[in-house]
C-alpha cells in the first residue's frame, strides 16, 4: 500500500510554469507507475500523463503533449510534473496516482490517489 501526497498547487499566469511533486510513503515506490490525472468542474477526470516505475516510458495526453514533462525520482521517493506553457484550459484540480502495472490512461485501473492540488491559470 502506498500513501500519495501532492504538493501545493497554485495559481499562475498565462504562459508560465509550475511544478508539481507527488511524495510517496511507500519505499516499494520503485514497484508503481505513477500518473497525473486532472478534474475541471463540471469535467470527468481525465489523463494527464504516466510514467512507468523505472522512468524508462512515458505516454501524455495529446492536449499537454510537447509543454508537460513527467519524471520520478525513485531514490526520493517522488514523481514530479513539469508544466510548461500553461493555459487557462489547465485550470483544475491535479491529482497523482499509483498502480503496480502500467496502466496508461486507464483512472479505473489506478489504485492508489493522492488529495488533489488546485492549479489555477489566470488568462
Known amino acids: 500500500q502506498v500513501h500519495l501526497v501532492e504538493s501545493e498547487g497554485g495559481l499562475v499566469q498565462a504562459g508560465g510554469s509550475l511544478r508539481l511533486s507527488c511524495a510517496a510513503s511507500?519505499?516499494?515506490?520503485?514497484?508503481?507507475?505513477m500518473a497525473w490525472f486532472r478534474q475541471a468542474p463540471g469535467k470527468e477526470r481525465e489523463f494527464v500523463a504516466t510514467?512507468?516505475?523505472?522512468?524508462?516510458?512515458?505516454s501524455y495526453a495529446d492536449s499537454v503533449k510537447g509543454r508537460f514533462t513527467i519524471s520520478r525520482d525513485n531514490a526520493k521517493l517522488t514523481a514530479y510534473l513539469q508544466m510548461n506553457s500553461l493555459k487557462p484550459e489547465d485550470t483544475a484540480v491535479y491529482s497523482c496516482?499509483?498502480?503496480?502495472?502500467?496502466?496508461?490512461?486507464?483512472?479505473?485501473?489506478?489504485?492508489?490517489w493522492g488529495q488533489g492540488t488546485q492549479v489555477t491559470v489566470s488568462s
Open positions: 511507500a519505499r516499494t515506490f520503485i514497484m508503481y507507475a
Open positions: 496516482a499509483a498502480n503496480q502495472y502500467w496502466s496508461g490512461s486507464d483512472r479505473n485501473s489506478y489504485n492508489y
Open positions: 510514467i512507468s516505475r523505472n522512468g524508462g516510458s512515458t
